[in-house]
C-alpha cells in the first residue's frame, strides 16, 4: 500500500515513531511538522512532509509509524537544523490520470 497524503495532512503536530531501517540505531521520536499540498504535474502527483527529529538524524530509510496509522518506509533527508534538532524532510509521488494527459 502506498503513502497517501489523507493519511498524513490531518497528523500535522503529532508524534511519530522513526526506526532506522538501514544501519542499526534506536528508534527516535520525531514531530510531523508540515505537509505540503498536493501539486499535480504532466501526470505526476508529488507532495512533502517533514519531521522535526532530535539532533544527530541523518539521511536514512525509515520506518515511519504511529498510533492508528499502518507503518511505512520513507526515506528522510536533513532540510535543516531546528531549535530541537533536525528537520527531516520526504518527498513522495505517484502517477495519476488527467483529462489532459488522454490525446
Do not use: I, K
Amino acid at each position: 500500500m502506498s503513502v497517501q497524503h489523507a493519511d498524513y495532512a490531518p497528523r500535522v503536530g503529532e508524534r511519530f515513531t522513526l526506526r532506522r531501517l538501514d544501519v542499526q540505531q534506536p528508534d527516535v521520536e520525531a514531530t510531523l511538522t508540515e505537509v505540503a499540498d498536493e501539486r499535480r504535474c504532466g501526470g505526476w502527483l508529488a507532495w512533502s512532509m517533514t519531521f522535526d527529529a532530535p539532533v544527530g538524524c541523518e539521511q536514512g530509510v525509515f520506518e515511519v509509524s504511529a498510533p492508528d496509522v499502518d507503518a511505512r518506509d520513507l526515506m528522510l533527508v536533513p532540510l535543516a537544523a531546528s531549535p530541537g534538532g533536525t528537520l527531516l524532510h520526504a518527498t513522495l509521488t505517484s502517477t495519476y490520470e488527467s483529462e489532459n494527459d488522454h490525446v
